[in-house]
């Protein structure tokens, strides 16, 4: 009787949960994906999106969600589309062949790498300045801090991805706080600001190059394509046929709490700056924070801004851990060789240990374009592969026919025509 009530139990246990009712996984998974999109270039959106003026921001504000929300769940049906279990570095090969699959995979790879990289310098940068500026401490020579901060996150991410993904959604709310503190505290500061322009209506054309130039930094405010993969094959363990259907929920979720809290913070500064105050952050190269802090010189920003930085970095660093690795493996897979899970596991965290240790130390200064050089790529997995794939794959023939396949289309050709215009200029 033991034993058949325990082969009942197991049954139960590997059956995929039915989607009666909102799961706590589901709110981890949805500030997980929070948490790998807005990160450190939150801090430059309303600088980057405001200097264009007013309208630009409004369309901006209006296409947000649309844009991250039909491009995100794109990837996570493309990546369902596979068989159960596979990540979408197998499912590309399952789809397009070997040799696409093995392209795709090392593109998918060097576009997310070179983001973790600009993550470990930002990080190192953050915490030196901190305990110099603000804690009034001599930080340890720039090798041994570097080594302690990427050790700490690695540690983390050994824990497993659900322990990451878990550490993500609980550094997101100390974010959201100080975001929503940050763009409270401003309104008594608003002075009308960008509204200035407002009653300029720019030409046809130069609306549209403004416009056309500013929706990359868009796309990539909300990006969180690194840890889609991840989140479909969890989804479609947990789900099974109803995948499609909760994954689209959760996302839908995280992106309506992206778009509004972020949103809200950028209107709150573009109020209280100046478009030439926003210009001049710009010509800077500071984030909105440490502009504000000089702008008001208050000790409490100042003190604070440090902080959010690196809760913004780590969080990021850790959604796009996941999905660097993903692509590590799935490049050494292509090679033929086929180590066990655990060895691929600690070969994978050493090479980036090692990588990540290396470009931190060094501080170099090429990594804004090794990220722009990223920034096509992404937005071909993204935007492209998976709208290429509803018209190509039998599998994802069932969602053919929507205009939100235009629009993404249309957003993922616009994005990648104006980040190859910006290399060129």
Known sequence: M????????????????????WSRQDTTWMLGLFGTAIGAGTLFLPINAGVGGFWPLLILALLAFPMTYYAHRGLTRFVLSGRDGTDITDVVEEHFGLSAGALITLLYFLAIFPILLIYSVALTNTVGSFMEHQLHIQPP???????????????????????????????????????AFLAVFLIPHWSGGILSTASEMPSGSAFLHTLWLAIPVMVFSFNHSPIISAFAVDQKRRYGDHADERSGQILCRAHLLMVAMVMFFVFSCVLTLTPAQLAEA???????????????SNPTIAFAAPIIAFIAIAKSFLGHYIG???????????????????ALDRVTAAFMLVICWIVATLNPSILGMIESFGGPVIAAI???????????VPAMRKYSGHLSNVFVTVVGLVAISALVYSLMG
Do not use: W
């Open 324 to 342: 660097a690795s993903e692509g590590l493996k799935g490049l050494v897979a292509k090679t033929g060789k086929r180590p066990g899970a655990k």
């Open 2 to 21: 033991n034993e058949q009530a325990q082969s009942v139990d197991q049954r139960f246990e590997s059956t995929p949960a039915a989607l009666s009712s």
């Open 282 to 296: 710009k010509q800077q190269n500071l984030s909105i924070l440490s502009y504000l802090a000089n702008h008001f």
């Open 141 to 179: 020579p720039r090798i041994v801090l570097s080594l302690v901060l990427i050790l700490g996150l690695l540690a983390i991410v050994r824990c497993g991805e659900q322990a990451t993904v878990k550490v993500m959604s609980l550094l997101v709310y100390p974010f959201i706080v100080a975001l």
């Open 382 to 392: 993204l935007f492209l592969m998976p709208m290429y794939a509803i018209r190509k």
